[in-house]
């Protein structure tokens, strides 16, 4: 999978945690400025710093799924966050138009997810852009209440 990044670097699929080669590519704007991602329920905010993207390996550098993973807010993402399946979903409550677009292939894995909205995304695919801060409603169906300690 390729991953064009609009005015900044160019990351290729050693950045996520697999690649998909069956997708398009995703065009996405990384942020140039410090910005705030909100996660509700629980108003977790998190400030993201673009000097510290990508924060690990799940999803798009910079995408909603690569910042929650990094601090600790637990979304599904049973495929490793490569566009496969729709256990990210995610709604954008606030700032979807700083997100890239939604291309043909993520919005057909969201034709599976329960509780399908307007502003619905796939966390490992919505990668804003900085210019507002964003805040995301992780679905209840999504919120994984149990959690394996890290080995």
């Not at 996520?16 to 065009?27: T, Y």
């Not at 502003?119 to 852009?129: A, F, N």
């Amino acid at each position: 999978m390729a991953i064009r990044i609009v005015e900044g670097e160019r990351y290729n699929a050693a950045f996520v945690g697999g690649s998909n080669p069956f997708i398009e590519e995703v065009d996405a704007r990384l942020p140039t400025k410090k910005y705030t991602v909100t996660f509700q329920p629980g108003d977790i905010r998190v400030e993201v710093d673009p000097a510290d993207l990508p924060y690990g390996r799940d999803g798009l550098p910079g995408s909603i799924l690569d910042i929650a993973l990094a601090h600790d807010v637990d979304i599904d993402h049973a495929c490793g966050g490569v566009c496969a399946c729709s256990t990210c979903h995610v709604i954008l409550r606030q700032g979807a138009e700083s997100c890239n677009e939604a291309t043909e292939d993520e919005e057909d894995m969201l034709d599976s997810a329960p509780g399908l909205e307007l502003h619905s995304r796939l966390g490992c695919q919505c990668v804003p852009d900085g210019s507002t801060d964003v805040v995301v409603e992780v679905p209840e169906w999504n919120r994984n209440l149990v959690k394996e300690a890290h080995h």
